[in-house]
């Protein structure tokens, strides 16, 4: 069974940048398209963007200039950086595994509080 | 891009009765090349990551009770919760995948009347 877990820091400076991982277990990171989603506290689901393990990625166009996602596969893991961070930035951060047979993230991880505040 | 518009945005029903959520997509999800609609549904519990129930608008995911049906075709979409149990006040969210990610739904709370 595959298993997704997110890790790095809660608190993060205003203009500063958020750093996560996210590591995979229970299988390989080859042949999938891994994906950081957010949900603000009390909000729906935005999707920020996916890699390929590859290393190609694709963006959701309204954080675009400020993200970037990278792959390891040889740690399994692939990360987020999302720059200039503001308030509007406070929220759980999940990784999860993107298959485009099914067309659906079918492996999630628990999610990660991040609170952007001095 | 694609937009999903979920209705209604919360719904009450009593225990043993049916929650029916739609959704509609500002085009169609249908790949002409496998006849598949690329339309996913998830439900998320307070507190826990989005869990997937259905796939390609009627597909049921491995070990997701019966009474999780989805159906529709190309712009218009119906997830059915038959004889809502208490565990699964949640909300749900619909997915699409049309060329590419990045989208969901704004999310249906269900609840117990």
């Known amino acids: 069974q595959v298993q997704l877990q997110e890790s790095g820091p809660g608190l993060v400076k205003p203009s500063e940048t958020l750093s996560l991982i996210c590591t995979v277990s229970?299988?390989?990171?080859?042949?999938?398209?891994w994906s950081w989603i957010r949900q603000p506290p009390g909000k729906g689901l935005e999707w920020i963007g996916c890699?390929?393990?590859?290393?190609?990625?694709n963006y959701n166009p309204s954080l675009k200039s400020r993200v970037t996602i990278s792959v390891d596969t040889s740690r399994n893991q692939f990360s987020l950086k999302l720059a200039s961070v503001t308030a509007a930035d406070t929220a759980v951060y999940y990784c999860?595994?993107?298959?485009?047979?099914?067309?659906?993230?079918?492996?999630w991880g628990q999610g990660t509080m991040v609170t952007v505040s001095s | 891009d694609i937009v999903m518009t979920q209705s209604p945005d919360s719904l009450a029903v009593s225990l043993g009765e049916t929650a029916t959520i739609n959704c509609k997509s500002s085009q169609s999800v249908l790949y002409s090349s496998n006849n598949r609609n690329y339309l996913s549904w998830y439900q998320q519990r307070p507190g826990q990551p989005p869990k997937l129930l259905i796939y390609w608008a009627s597909a049921r995911e491995s070990g997701v009770p019966d009474r999780f049906s989805g159906s529709g075709s190309g712009t218009d979409f119906t997830l059915t919760i038959s004889s809502l149990q208490a565990e699964d006040v949640a909300v749900y969210y619909c997915?699409?995948?049309?060329?590419?990610?990045?989208?969901f739904g704004q999310g249906t709370k269900v609840e117990i009347k």
């Open positions: 890699i390929y393990y590859t290393g190609t990625t």
């Open positions: 229970g299988g390989s990171i080859s042949s999938y398209y």
């Open positions: 999860a595994r993107f298959g485009s047979n099914k067309g659906t993230f079918d492996f």
């Open positions: 997915q699409p995948y049309y060329s590419s990610l990045g989208t």
